[in-house]
């Protein structure tokens, strides 16, 4: 049996030296039956001058231009829309893959007969260098609604089968939280994904600010508001929700009940979470 066509999306804005090393990673994949889908959200840097000299010689690289900035979960639903390989799999432009990322998440497609996404952790790229959160190696590698509504597991990124997301599609009126808010979508009916003990995907983070700003706060605040609302949570899921802020130097309720739902509802996980936060607890004491 032949190889299957996977796709490949890449959303991008100005950003046109972090896209060149992120499709270049796509290019360079050692599985070759792929289809790329890069949709420029109204750049104004040269990117779709680029895209057209890439497209030129790469007639697996597919190109959409939005005559207007519409965001990125505008453009993520071009991509997914107009995919056509049997899975699907998305990659930020600031981020990239390293080699055998496709080939890895091709060899466990049979998991998507149980599991609705696969997933990988990342590897982070600092001002300090390549680093993998030591902590990460002791959480469950199953993961249901429940535990994404505590602790975003899964990231930025899934492998999974196309017509899922073409289902789903990402939530355009969220204001933060797009990849959680469409994971929780896709795993709200006792569906599961699974964690590939692969480090094959680098996110990059020394470009950006460490410090949150009130602005982006305030967008996370609401987009927390709009799951509570889509997926009518109860007192108990609203309390493993707020647990997402500390990541943000944050925490919004009691740090003790939170704690305490935490090892109540998802035990051994839980504690893992809990001891996550209480470094953050302490480093911002807030």
Known sequence: MSDDLITVYIITYNRLNLLERALDSVLLQTYKKLEIIVVDDNSTDG???????IQAVNSNVKVYSNEINRGACFSRNVAISNATGKFITGLDDDDYF???RIEVFYNNRHLLNEYALLYTDSIWKTKGGLSK????KFFPSEIGFKELLAFNFIGNQVFTKTDILQKILFDETMPAWQDLECWLNVLKN???ATKIPNYTYVQDISHEHE??????????EEACYRIIQKYNLSKKEICLLNNHFYSYGFHKGSFFQSSLMLIFSLKRTGFLIFLRNFKFFIKTGK
């Open 47 to 53: 990117t779709i001058e680029y895209l057209d000299t």
């Open 98 to 100: 390293l080699p055998d």
């Open 133 to 136: 959160a030591k902590i990460n």
């Open 190 to 192: 006792n569906y599961k």
């Open 211 to 220: 410090r949150i700003s009130s602005s982006k706060l305030t967008k996370i």
